[in-house]
Each structure stands twice: as structure tokens, then as C-alpha cells.
């Protein structure tokens, strides 16, 4: 079967050649609530913060640490977490935002709950990985790509290389890797998330 | 694959012995294997000579490049006031690689030892290793083995009671092909995007934080205190006899549309053809293979003849039109639709391209238009000229070899398998032909 033939192939690239950025790559977020800081003073973040900063030699270089933190305990990373950042670590909001664009795992509105990322970069993909990406979507009622469920549990995107090409196909549920993914394992494994 | 691992027979196993052993992993387990005997040898040793030990040894980078290693420790020069740096790369995203994460995993006291003794011996007080941010679990294999050296006295202030200041950091990532490429990893370390730097200066002269820097990858780190132990002569009984350039045993990550994927180390000069066949088992059953990448993603495409004949060391792949890369072994077989899987590539360089040169952040883009549109069976007959066109005004012309990395599976296909493409062309439905400006 030619790839022209292959409905996954056009389910997952709508247009050829599209290369917009993905819907979870959107800018411009704001918390719904008032923002609460990640790095008030005497916090445990702000302890860790502190101990980050001690290994380098300039401020700027805590700031892939930093946003990490932020989503660690907010899940995203909003305009208010990049302002709080930029204010702690004597950077411009804008600077922050420059970097935090420039990554793809700074999520830059909320998602699901579980954040379902699929490799399906060439190694994966000879292995299968474009039926793996339609098994994802079809059991977690997302209705596309970068798109969150309706019932907030999951947002399913693709990801370019995970570096586990010998156990196709990889894929990572939030921090957690899963080896070895088939069509088939994909209810199993949704049924062991809460 | 499943650990614990078995070797084949004919591997040569050093770097991947533990692999599948959780004691291994434990500070008390690695030292109870020899560990950090090399360190605290290292550390009575001047500089100087571990340099020295390392340049006869023959090691080179293991990250893709093959730069000589004790050469590039030689740029460093010890005497001129500056904090030096050393960085390990440890951002492995080369599609079809993934032998540094199996050695953070298993072994990561491996790696932090071979960071340390590379401190040492250029000088730096100071590592930071940076790792992917999608490696979640071999980031807390380091974290811990780091944490029990510190505990130890193994590094920090006074490590092994040598007088010597030795810190290795964690540094995490957060999602960029274009870190592993060595300026983008220290503009990343520094808190900026990860855009590579123009060189010259080089790192050794300015680096990180504007300091001296060495950066490495980890497979070539972790081979240091092997070498150091056993000394330069014993490292150089794995070669080729009639080629003395490349030394010692290399991590080949294995994936696609074989038999037994996973992570193989053999000895430099093995012959590939043994290798596919007999250590990973072969095609899959009823197939054929079509095509193999023998060093991750970027490197040209090799036909079946091509592997079969060659040596799986850095000259040996390079006399059969590719290169050794990064090691990652993509098998491509004869169900697979090429074209398809080349355009797949080249939108994952669509993807990581940092967008500072403009041959880069158009080329990938319009290559991965083109292909895609060959695909969808759209494709006209000047198309391949046409790729082939922006190929090689995306070769060496830009800053970093992103580039280059995008045309050349691309170029190499077309050369290769133009029959792929040529058939995918001539199904094309006239009429859906787009109108180009």
C-alpha cells in the first residue's frame, strides 16, 4: 500500500505539507485565576531555585531550571509564570517568552491531565507508529492532534524522536516512558491511568 | 530487546557489561566492578599525561563527528587563569540512537566517572551534563549516582581527597534536536535558545559562559576510565589491521524492520554484513531489507550492496558512501514505502531547524513540501531536480550542519532509489496538480 493510499497519513498531516505549528504550541495564555507565585520567598522552590543558581556562573543560566519548576507546580507555563520567572532571574518578560517558544516541552496552555506524547519519526515510523497515533486518538476521544478531551483527562500529540528506537513505538505519558507501544495496548494502558 | 541483556558472542562488551544489572547502578555495586579505581588513579596523574594517554589511545567522539578526543582535551590550555568547562552531550536525539540513554540507565557512575576524569585532565572545575529533556529516567539514574558521589567525597571541594574541586551538574533540556549540536547545548546551558553559534571562536577558546570549553559525548566519556586502566595499547586491540584510524568498541543502536533491535557493541572494523545478519537475526520474516541508515538519520542512505560491503568503523562506512554518525542503525525493508519514510525525515528537520539561516529554515521546509507532495502522488517530473537543487544549497552554507543533515538522506535517496520516486510521480492525477505562483 502506498502512503497516498493511507488514510493515517492524511489524518495526521490534513494538508501536505503543512507545516503550522501544532495546536498546543498557541501563545498567548493566561491563568483563568489570579496567578499564585512558584517562588515565594523561603518556599521550597525558591530553596531549590537558590541551589541551582549556586552552580553557574550567571543568573540567565537557571532559566531552563526555573520554567521547569514553574511547570512542575502549575502544569503550564502562562505569561504570568514567564513574568515570575523573568522577575526572579533579572530577565525581560520578552527574553523569557523568546525562550520558552523556542522549546517544546514548556507546554505554553494547559493540556490534559495526562499529556500523551507518540514518536513517530522514521524509526518508529517503518514500525508502525502512524496506527499507534490513530489508536491514541480514538481511545481517548481526542478529537485531533494538540487537542485536549473534552473531560480534560488527555491531550495526545506527536513527538519528534523520542531516542528509544529499539523499543518501537515509545511513547511518554507525562514524565513516564511506555516501550514496545501497539494499537492494541493502547486501551490496556489507558485503563492504568486514573 | 529486554534486559538483562545477553551478548552475542561475537560482541565486545565493555561499556554495555552492566547493561541489565541494577546493582550496577549503585555507587557501592560500580566500585565492587572496578569503578573509580581510574578516577583516583587519574587523579595522581598530571593532566598533562592523561591527555596524552587518551591521544595515543585513538578514541574519537562518539557523537557523530569522530573528532579525535585527546586532541580536543589538548586545546585546553591549563595555565591561563580562565574557569575552563567541560559539557557532556548528552541531548542523544539522533533519530535511530539511543545508546547514551541505556548507558545513563545502567551505568551511570560510568559516565559521571568519565566526566570527572575529564575535568581533571583539562582542567575544569566545573560539568555540566545535559541531558534530553525527554530522558526522564536516565536524568534520575545521574541524579542519584551524582548525589551518592557527593555524599562520598567522590566529587565536590576535595574530591578523593586529591585537593581538587570536581562538580558535575545535571543540566535538563527541554525539547531540541538542535542542542546536541555543541554551541546550541552551551547557549541552552546559558538560559538562551538553542541557536548554534558561528565558529570560530571555538569552544576551547570561548565556550560556555565565554570560558574555555570541551564538550563530549557520553559513550566517549564513559570509554575514558576503561582506557586509563588498561592504557592506550590494550584499547587499540580493537581495529582493523590495515586501519589504524579507529580504535577500540562502539555502541550501535539498531532499529526499523529488523529482527532483534536494540543496543550492540562491537569492535571497530566489524563487518556489517555479520552484524545485520548474524547478530540482530536478519529481515523480518518474508521480507527483504531495502535500505539501511547506518548512523542515525543525517547520514546518507545505504543501498543493501553498499552494507554488505562495508567495515563498521569511521573509514569503513565512509568507503561505502555514508558515514558512522552517531551509530544508530535505521533498517529500512522492502514493505516500507521510501519515499514516505525520507519525507518523514525531512519534516522532523523542518521540525528541529532553529530557524537562523535562511538555506535551513526554507530548505527543510520546502524540501518537506515537495516530498510530502510526491507522496500524496502530486508530484511532478522536475520535482527531484528541483530537490536535489535545494539539497545542495542547503550544504555548507549555514551555521550549523542541520542543514546539510536535511539534504543529505534526501540527495543520497534520490541518487539511490530514484526508481522510488520516479513511480510515486508517474501515478500522479494531472488534474490535482497545484498551481504554483
Same mark, same amino acid.
Given at each position: 500500500?502506498?502512503?497516498?493510499?493511507?488514510?493515517? @497519513?492524511?489524518?495526521?498531516?490534513?494538508?501536505?505539507?503543512?507545516?503550522?505549528?501544532?495546536?498546543?504550541?498557541?501563545?498567548?495564555?493566561?491563568?483563568?485565576?489570579?496567578? *499564585?507565585?512558584?517562588?515565594?520567598?523561603?518556599?521550597?522552590?525558591?530553596?531549590?531555585?537558590?541551589?541551582?543558581?549556586?552552580?553557574?556562573?550567571?543568573?540567565?543560566?537557571?532559566?531552563?531550571?526555573?520554567? #521547569?519548576?514553574?511547570?512542575?507546580?502549575?502544569? #503550564?507555563?502562562?505569561?504570568?509564570?514567564?513574568?515570575? +520567572?523573568?522577575?526572579?532571574?533579572?530577565?525581560?518578560?520578552?527574553?523569557?517568552?523568546?525562550? +520558552?517558544?523556542? @522549546?517544546?516541552?514548556?507546554?505554553?496552555?494547559?493540556?490534559?491531565?495526562?499529556?500523551?506524547?507518540?514518536?513517530? *519519526?522514521?524509526?518508529?515510523?517503518?514500525?508502525?507508529?502512524?496506527?499507534?497515533?490513530?489508536?491514541?486518538?480514538?481511545?481517548?476521544?481526542?478529537?485531533?492532534?494538540?487537542?485536549?478531551?473534552?473531560?480534560?483527562?488527555?491531550?495526545?500529540?506527536?513527538?519528534?524522536?523520542?531516542?528509544?528506537?529499539?523499543?518501537?513505538?515509545?511513547?511518554?505519558?507525562?514524565?513516564?516512558? +511506555?516501550?514496545?507501544? *501497539?494499537?492494541?495496548?493502547?486501551?490496556?494502558?489507558?485503563?492504568?491511568?486514573? | 530487546?529486554?534486559? $538483562?541483556?545477553?551478548?552475542?558472542?561475537?560482541?565486545?562488551?565493555?561499556?554495555?557489561?552492566?547493561?541489565?544489572?541494577?546493582?550496577? =547502578?549503585?555507587?557501592?555495586?560500580?566500585?565492587?566492578?572496578?569503578?573509580?579505581?581510574?578516577?583516583?588513579?587519574?587523579?595522581?596523574?598530571?593532566?598533562?599525561?592523561?591527555?596524552?594517554?587518551?591521544?595515543?589511545?585513538?578514541?574519537?567522539?562518539?557523537?557523530?563527528?569522530?573528532?579525535? !578526543?585527546?586532541?580536543?582535551?589538548?586545546?585546553?590550555?591549563?595555565?591561563?587563569?580562565?574557569?575552563?568547562?567541560?559539557?557532556?552531550?548528552?541531548?542523544?536525539?539522533?533519530?535511530?540512537?539511543?545508546?547514551?540513554?541505556?548507558?545513563?540507565?545502567?551505568?551511570?557512575?560510568?559516565?559521571?566517572?568519565?566526566?570527572?576524569?575529564? /575535568?581533571?585532565?583539562?582542567?575544569?572545575?566545573?560539568?555540566?551534563?545535559?541531558?534530553?529533556?525527554?530522558?526522564?529516567?536516565?536524568?534520575?539514574?545521574?541524579?542519584?549516582?551524582?548525589?551518592?558521589?557527593?555524599?562520598?567525597?567522590?566529587?565536590?571541594?576535595?574530591?578523593?581527597? /586529591?585537593?581538587? %574541586?570536581?562538580?558535575?551538574?545535571?543540566?535538563?533540556?527541554?525539547?531540541?534536536?538542535?542542542?546536541?549540536?555543541?554551541?546550541?547545548?552551551?547557549?541552552?546551558?546559558?538560559?538562551?535558545?538553542?541557536?548554534?553559534?558561528?565558529? &570560530?571562536?571555538?569552544?576551547?577558546?570561548?565556550?560556555?559562559?565565554? /570560558?574555555?570549553?570541551?564538550?563530549?559525548?557520553?559513550? %566517549?566519556?564513559?570509554?575514558? $576510565?576503561?582506557?586509563?586502566?588498561?592504557?592506550?595499547?590494550?584499547?587499540?586491540?580493537?581495529?582493523?589491521?590495515?586501519?589504524?584510524?579507529?580504535?577500540?568498541?562502539?555502541?550501535?543502536?539498531?532499529?526499523?524492520?529488523?529482527?532483534? &533491535?536494540?543496543?550492540?557493541?562491537?569492535?571497530?572494523?566489524?563487518?556489517?554484513?555479520?552484524?545485520?545478519?548474524?547478530?540482530?537475526?536478519?529481515?523480518?520474516?518474508? =521480507?527483504?531489507?531495502?535500505?539501511?541508515? &547506518?548512523?542515525?538519520?543525517?547520514?546518507?542512505?545505504?543501498?543493501?550492496?553498499?552494507?554488505?560491503?562495508?567495515?563498521?568503523?569511521?573509514?569503513?562506512?565512509?568507503?561505502?558512501?555514508?558515514?558512522?554518525?552517531?551509530?544508530?542503525?535505521?533498517?529500512?525493508?522492502?514493505?516500507?514505502?521510501?519515499?514516505?519514510?525520507?519525507?518523514?525525515?525531512?519534516?522532523?528537520?523542518?521540525?528541529?531547524?532553529?530557524?537562523?539561516? !535562511?538555506?535551513?529554515?526554507?530548505?527543510?521546509?520546502?524540501?518537506?513540501?515537495?516530498?510530502?507532495?510526491?507522496?500524496?502522488?502530486?508530484?511532478? $517530473?522536475?520535482?527531484?531536480? !528541483?530537490?536535489?537543487?535545494?539539497?545542495?544549497?542547503?550544504?555548507?552554507?549555514?551555521?550549523?550542519?542541520?542543514?546539510?543533515?536535511?539534504?543529505?538522506?534526501?540527495? /543520497?535517496?534520490?541518487?539511490?532509489?530514484?526508481?522510488?520516486?520516479?513511480?510515486?510521480?508517474?501515478?500522479?492525477?494531472?488534474?490535482?496538480?497545484?498551481?504554483?505562483?
Amino acid at each position: 500500500m502506498s502512503a497516498s493510499d493511507d488514510p493515517a @497519513y492524511f489524518r495526521m498531516h490534513r494538508e501536505a505539507g503543512d507545516l503550522r505549528a501544532p495546536a498546543d504550541a498557541s501563545h498567548g495564555d493566561h491563568e483563568h485565576g489570579p496567578y *499564585t507565585p512558584v517562588f515565594t520567598p523561603g518556599s521550597a522552590r525558591r530553596k531549590e531555585l537558590d541551589d541551582v543558581l549556586s552552580r553557574y556562573p550567571t543568573k540567565m543560566a537557571a532559566l531552563l531550571p526555573a520554567l #521547569w519548576m514553574v511547570q512542575h507546580e502549575r502544569g #503550564w507555563v502562562s505569561d504570568d509564570g514567564m513574568a515570575e +520567572v523573568a522577575q526572579v532571574l533579572e530577565l525581560t518578560p520578552a527574553y523569557v517568552k523568546g525562550v +520558552v517558544t523556542f @522549546y517544546t516541552m514548556y507546554h505554553q496552555h494547559p493540556v490534559g491531565r495526562h499529556f500523551i506524547q507518540v514518536c513517530t *519519526t522514521s524509526p518508529c515510523n517503518v514500525c508502525g507508529a502512524d496506527n499507534v497515533v490513530e489508536s491514541f486518538l480514538k481511545h481517548t476521544g481526542c478529537q485531533e492532534l494538540g487537542q485536549t478531551s473534552a473531560d480534560g483527562k488527555y491531550t495526545v500529540i506527536e513527538v519528534e524522536c523520542l531516542g528509544a528506537c529499539g523499543f518501537a513505538t515509545p511513547i511518554m505519558i507525562n514524565e513516564d516512558f +511506555v516501550e514496545s507501544v *501497539t494499537p492494541e495496548r493502547v486501551p490496556e494502558i489507558l485503563s492504568e491511568l486514573e | 530487546m529486554g534486559y $538483562p541483556h545477553t551478548p552475542h558472542e561475537r560482541e565486545t562488551v565493555l561499556l554495555s557489561k552492566y547493561f541489565g544489572d541494577p546493582e550496577a =547502578r549503585t555507587l557501592d555495586g560500580w566500585k565492587k566492578r572496578g569503578g573509580y579505581a581510574a578516577l583516583k588513579q587519574a587523579l595522581g596523574t598530571p593532566p598533562g599525561d592523561i591527555v596524552n594517554v587518551v591521544k595515543a589511545s585513538g578514541l574519537r567522539g562518539r557523537g557523530g563527528a569522530g573528532f579525535p !578526543t585527546g586532541v580536543k582535551w589538548s586545546f585546553m590550555k591549563l595555565d591561563d587563569g580562565k574557569p575552563h568547562y567541560l559539557c557532556c552531550n548528552a541531548d542523544e536525539s539522533e533519530p535511530g540512537t539511543f545508546k547514551d540513554r541505556e548507558i545513563m540507565r545502567w551505568t551511570p557512575h560510568a559516565l559521571v566517572e568519565g566526566c570527572a576524569i575529564g /575535568s581533571y585532565a583539562i582542567g575544569a572545575e566545573t560539568c555540566y551534563i545535559y541531558i534530553r529533556g525527554e530522558f526522564t529516567e536516565p536524568t534520575l539514574r545521574v541524579e542519584k549516582a551524582l548525589e551518592e558521589c557527593y555524599a562520598a567525597g567522590i566529587l565536590g571541594k576535595n574530591a578523593m581527597g /586529591s585537593g581538587k %574541586t570536581i562538580n558535575i551538574y545535571v543540566h535538563r533540556g527541554a525539547g531540541a534536536y538542535i542542542c546536541g549540536e555543541e554551541t546550541a547545548l552551551m547557549n541552552s546551558i546559558e538560559g538562551r535558545r538553542g541557536n548554534p553559534r558561528i565558529k &570560530p571562536p571555538f569552544p576551547a577558546v570561548s565556550g560556555v559562559f565565554k /570560558s574555555p570549553t570541551t564538550i563530549n559525548n557520553v559513550e %566517549t566519556l564513559a570509554a575514558v $576510565p576503561h582506557i586509563l586502566t588498561n592504557g592506550a595499547d590494550w584499547y587499540k586491540q580493537w581495529m582493523r589491521p590495515d586501519n589504524p584510524k579507529s580504535t577500540g568498541t562502539k555502541l550501535f543502536s539498531v532499529c526499523g524492520n529488523i529482527q532483534k &533491535p536494540g543496543n550492540y557493541e562491537v569492535a571497530m572494523g566489524f563487518p556489517f554484513k555479520d552484524f545485520l545478519y548474524d547478530l540482530c537475526g536478519g529481515p523480518l520474516p518474508g =521480507r527483504k531489507f531495502k535500505a539501511i541508515i &547506518p548512523g542515525g538519520i543525517s547520514v546518507p542512505i545505504q543501498t543493501v550492496e553498499e552494507a554488505d560491503a562495508s567495515f563498521m568503523d569511521y573509514e569503513g562506512f565512509v568507503a561505502q558512501g555514508t558515514m558512522l554518525g552517531s551509530g544508530g542503525v535505521i533498517v529500512i525493508d522492502d514493505a516500507q514505502n521510501l519515499v514516505k519514510q525520507i519525507a518523514r525525515a525531512a519534516r522532523f528537520f523542518a521540525h528541529e531547524s532553529c530557524a537562523q539561516c !535562511t538555506q535551513c529554515r526554507e530548505g527543510t521546509a520546502w524540501t518537506t513540501r515537495i516530498l510530502e507532495r510526491i507522496v500524496a502522488g502530486e508530484g511532478t $517530473p522536475e520535482d527531484l531536480d !528541483t530537490l536535489l537543487d535545494i539539497g545542495e544549497n542547503m550544504t555548507g552554507k549555514t551555521i550549523c550542519v542541520l542543514s546539510d543533515s536535511c539534504a543529505t538522506p534526501v540527495s /543520497s535517496g534520490i541518487k539511490k532509489f530514484r526508481a522510488d520516486f520516479e513511480a510515486l510521480i508517474k501515478k500522479k492525477k494531472v488534474h490535482l496538480v497545484p498551481a504554483v505562483a
